[in-house]
C-alpha cells in the first residue's frame, strides 16, 4: 500500500489534523522556509501526534551534528536531506543519528544515488520543494524505495499511485491560504486509502 507523506506541518493544529487524517508520515521543516519550525515547536507538535505516524526531520545542507542534536530534542525518526549533500554525509547522519535518512533528488540524478546508503529516496522536479509536477514516465527503475513529489493532489493522484513510488510526499495541495487544511488532508489520505484498496480487490 502506497504511503502517505505530509510535510511542512508548523502549528499544534496541524499536528491535531494529521491525527485525524493519519497519514504514514509527516515532515517538520527545519531549514529556511516559509513552513520552517524551531525545535521547540517540531517539539511540541510530536507530543501531541498520535505514535502510529512516523515523523521526518527536513534539513538543507546543515551540520550533521546540528541534525543530531534536533533528531533527539524532537524524537525524529528519519530524517530528509534536501540540499547538496554528498553520499558521505548520508553515511555520516545514518550513522551519527541511527535514523533512516531520505534523500530528495532531482528526478535526473536519481540512477546515480540508487546504490547509496540512503534509506529512501524523494524525487522531485526541483530543489526546495517546488509544488511542481513533472512527466512520471520518466522515472528511472530503481532498486531503492522513493517518494513522489511535486503538484500531487486529488487530481492527478491515480496517476501518481500509478508509478513505482513506495509512497507520495505532499504539502501545498493540502493547504488554504497558506495554511494546512484539516479536510484537504482527511480527503487526500482517504483517497489513496481507497484507490488502493480498488487495486486490491
Known amino acids: 500500500m502506497a504511503k502517505v507523506k505530509i510535510c511542512g506541518l508548523f502549528r499544534i493544529a496541524d499536528a491535531m489534523a494529521?491525527?485525524?487524517?493519519?497519514?504514514?508520515?509527516?515532515?517538520?521543516?527545519?531549514?529556511?522556509?516559509?513552513?520552517?519550525?524551531?525545535?521547540?515547536?517540531?517539539?511540541?507538535m510530536r507530543?501531541?501526534?498520535?505514535?502510529?505516524?512516523?515523523?521526518?526531520?527536513?534539513?538543507?545542507?546543515?551540520?550533521?551534528?546540528?541534525?543530531?542534536?534536533?533528531?533527539?530534542?524532537?524524537?525524529?525518526?528519519?530524517?530528509q536531506l534536501h540540499g547538496?549533500?554528498?553520499?558521505?554525509?548520508?553515511?555520516?547522519?545514518?550513522?551519527?543519528?541511527?535514523?533512516?535518512?531520505?534523500?530528495?533528488?532531482?528526478?535526473?540524478?536519481?540512477?546515480?544515488?540508487?546504490?547509496?546508503e540512503a534509506d529512501f529516496l524523494l524525487i522531485d522536479e526541483g530543489a526546495g520543494g517546488t509544488g511542481r509536477s513533472f512527466d512520471w514516465t520518466k522515472l528511472p527503475k530503481l532498486d531503492k524505495p522513493y517518494f513522489l513529489a511535486g503538484g500531487i493532489g486529488l487530481h492527478n493522484l491515480a496517476e501518481a499511485l500509478g508509478t513505482d513510488a513506495y509512497?507520495?510526499?505532499?504539502?501545498?495541495?493540502?493547504?488554504?491560504?497558506?495554511?494546512?487544511?484539516p479536510g484537504k488532508m482527511c480527503q487526500l489520505v482517504e483517497s489513496v486509502r481507497k484507490k488502493e484498496r480498488e487495486g486490491h480487490e
Not at 49 to 58: A, D, E, K
Not at 63 to 72: P, Y
Request: proline share 5%.
Open 18 to 44: 494529521a491525527n485525524r487524517a493519519m497519514p504514514d508520515y509527516v515532515g517538520f521543516v527545519f531549514a529556511k522556509s516559509r513552513r520552517q519550525v524551531l525545535p521547540v515547536q517540531a517539539a511540541e
Open 167 to 181: 509512497g507520495i510526499d505532499v504539502s501545498s495541495s493540502v493547504e488554504t491560504d497558506g495554511y494546512k487544511d
Open 47 to 79: 507530543t501531541v501526534l498520535s505514535p502510529r505516524i512516523r515523523t521526518v526531520g527536513v534539513f538543507v545542507n546543515e551540520d550533521v551534528e546540528t541534525i543530531r542534536e534536533i533528531a533527539e530534542y524532537c524524537r525524529l525518526d528519519l530524517i
Open 84 to 116: 547538496q549533500e554528498s553520499p558521505e554525509t548520508v553515511r555520516r547522519v545514518r550513522d551519527i543519528c541511527g535514523l533512516g535518512v531520505i534523500k530528495a533528488v532531482h528526478v535526473e540524478e536519481a540512477p546515480a544515488w540508487d546504490q547509496t
